[in-house]
């Protein structure tokens, strides 16, 4: 069997290529279609090229349709919806990789469970207590997910911070009780007063992390839940003096399965992904809506690509 895949290059670019996949073998799943979405550490990688210290795979946010199942696989039927597999029209995968999509009547671009995985995965560490207040230094995608499901805590206040009013203005619509830009005057002092117990940092900045330590209360928790992708120099003193709890929230740490309550969570409305789509094209136009992302669209918060 052939089909076209995106392949990233040492350069930072996008070639579609056909290729070769071989048989369905014992264990596999053979997809088909669907869509994948684009993620920051994608962008990263394209930007960067093999200067990218950890560069991702040619995507790794795809649903798509059951084609061929292996022998000895079981729990799977020709055309379920699973998600699993990256940037191609046809995509071996192991089937313990991969996770059924019950079937609703949302659309594919709800079901994006992938970084709906990293939320959940970061709420977990955020450990939220009745009455918390909490900040959130971000407000992209992965931002704005995450405001959807803190929404469901039993947090008393949640504040947003971004350099975008655009995007202040999309956290708002989605519950945040405040918002703030980050170049507001004394913004510092005036959520370091507020008694904050967690800071979200979900920007991946140093200005991000630095603020962070900064409007925390003593004993208060970060959580490092963006990835600043480069090497800076950081004065951790404050952060020691304060006696702060600084947690990794990054998949690695998983504390259970995510995909699970993440599929759950779609299906009960709890996220919804496909809000927060901005730009859909299909696998050949992928290369070129990179261009444009890296160019730096500002209307651009999440792509998908049509498989």
């Known amino acids: 069997m052939r089909t076209e895949s995106a392949n990233y290059d040492e350069n930072g670019k996008i070639t579609i290529k056909e290729k070769e996949i071989g048989d369905v073998g014992p264990g ?26 950890v ?53 594919l671009e709800h079901w994006l ?3 709906v995985t990293c939320v959940v995965n970061g709420i977990d560490h955020c450990s939220v207590k009745p009455g918390d207040r909490i900040v959130m230094i971000g407000t992209g995608f992965m931002g704005l997910l995450m405001l959807q499901g803190l929404k469901k805590s039993p947090a008393d ?16 619509e989605f519950g945040a009780d405040e918002v703030y830009n980050r170049s507001c005057a004394h913004l510092a002092e005036t959520l370091a007063a507020m008694e904050i117990d967690t800071v979200i940092e979900t920007s991946g900045s140093k200005s991000g992390l630095e603020l962070a330590g900064i409007i925390v209360k003593k004993g208060g928790t970060i959580n490092l839940f963006g990835w600043l992708k ?11 003096m304060k006696g702060l709890t600084v947690i990794n929230a990054s998949p690695s740490a998983a504390k259970r399965e995510l995909y699970i309550p993440a599929i759950r969570l779609i299906a009960n ?35 998908i690509v049509a498989l």
């Open 157 to 172: 206040t949640i504040i947003a911070v971004d350099i975008d009013d655009a995007k202040l203005a999309r956290a708002k």
């Open 28 to 53: 596999e799943l053979l997809v088909e279609g669907g869509i994948c979405g684009i993620c920051s550490w994608d962008i990263a990688t394209c930007r960067s090229g093999k200067k990218m210290e």
């Open 269 to 303: 409305g709890v996220f919804d992904t496909s809000a927060l789509i901005t730009h859909r094209v299909p696998l050949h136009s992928y290369p070129e809506l990179m261009k444009t992302i890296i160019a730096g669209d500002a209307t651009y918060m999440k792509g």
């Open 230 to 240: 480069q090497t800076v120099e950081f004065n951790f003193s404050n952060w020691h």
């Open 55 to 107: 560069p991702a795979p040619p995507g790794h946010e795809a649903v798509g349709f059951v084609k061929e199942i292996g022998p000895g696989v079981k729990g799977f039927e020709v055309g379920d919806i699973v998600a699993g597999g990256g940037f191609s029209s046809l995509r071996k995968i192991p089937a313990l990789a991969s996770r059924k999509i019950p079937k609703t009547s949302l659309s």
């Open 113 to 115: 469970a992938e970084p």
